[in-house]
T-cell receptor, first 110, second 114 residues
Framework: TQLLEQSPQFLSIQEGENLTVYCNSSSVFSSLQWYRQEPGEGPVLLVTVVTGGEVKKLKRLTFQFGDARKDSSLHITAAQPGDTGLYLCAGMDSNYQLIWGAGTKLIIKP | NAGVTQTPKFRVLKTGQSMTLLCAQDMNHEYMYWYRQDPGMGLRLIHYSVGEGTTAKGEVPDGYNVSRLKKQNFLLGLESAAPSQTSVYFC?????????????FGPGTRLTVL
């Protein structure tokens, strides 16, 4: 069974702090996506990374795909209350199956 | 442009009852998916469809059936509900295969089976 492990499972920090969320696996993925989900809503895609070592920036969010395409990280600079939500990573494996992580619940306190 | 809509939003069933969840998308997407989301377990794929008239099993298909008679609709059926099927159900659609394209999710259906 392929697994995508996300850490931490829960993170509560003050507004203005920086944070990093990790998504790790022993499997290689052809692409990896990050989604954000707010309470009572479905996940919304933030970014897709495809190339090993790829770095993508979305305002204060920086996404990195590991060189071996087995792991990824999401770094948020100067977190704001609007960043609060559940962050999910999902990787597409060699069988074109999408494997989901369990998520990191992030709370940014004003 | 409503995107992906799901009905109903909430439902309470008794063990053994049946129900159908409806998903509709207006983006002309070929691919549609049904997931369940349980605390601490992320999203798990129940069934999916790669086009009108076609369906396939996902990771956790037991106890569920699906149909895609029209391109814009994807129905999820529970023939005999069990407490283990208490969950939040999400429908999603994409133009190309999930993982290589954006999946658009509906708002979810919260189902409780007593």
């Amino acid at each position: 069974t392929q697994l995508l492990e996300q850490s931490p499972q829960f993170l509560s920090i003050q507004e203005g702090e920086n944070l990093t969320v990790y998504c790790n696996s022993s499997s290689v993925f052809s692409s990896l996506q990050w989604y954000r989900q707010e309470p009572g809503e479905g996940p919304v895609l933030l970014v897709t990374v495809v190339t090993g070592g790829e770095v993508k920036k979305l305002k204060r969010l920086t996404f990195q795909f590991g060189d071996a395409r087995k792991d990824s990280s999401l770094h948020i600079t100067a977190a704001q209350p609007g960043d609060t939500g559940l962050y999910l990573c999902a990787g597409m494996d060699s069988n074109y199956q999408l494997i989901w992580g369990a998520g990191t619940k992030l709370i940014i306190k004003p | 442009n409503a995107g992906v809509t799901q009905t109903p939003k909430f439902r309470v069933l008794k063990t053994g009852q049946s129900m159908t969840l409806l998903c509709a998308q207006d983006m002309n997407h070929e691919y549609m998916y049904w997931y369940r989301q349980d605390p601490g377990m992320g999203l798990r794929l129940i069934h999916y469809s790669v086009g009108e008239g076609t369906t396939a099993k996902g990771e956790v298909p037991d106890g569920y059936n699906v149909s895609r008679l029209k391109k814009q609709n994807f129905l999820l059926g529970l023939e005999s509900a069990a407490p283990s099927q208490t969950s939040v159900y999400f429908c999603a659609s994409s133009y190309r295969l999930a993982g290589g394209d954006t999946q658009y999710f509906g708002p979810g259906t919260r189902l409780t089976v007593l």
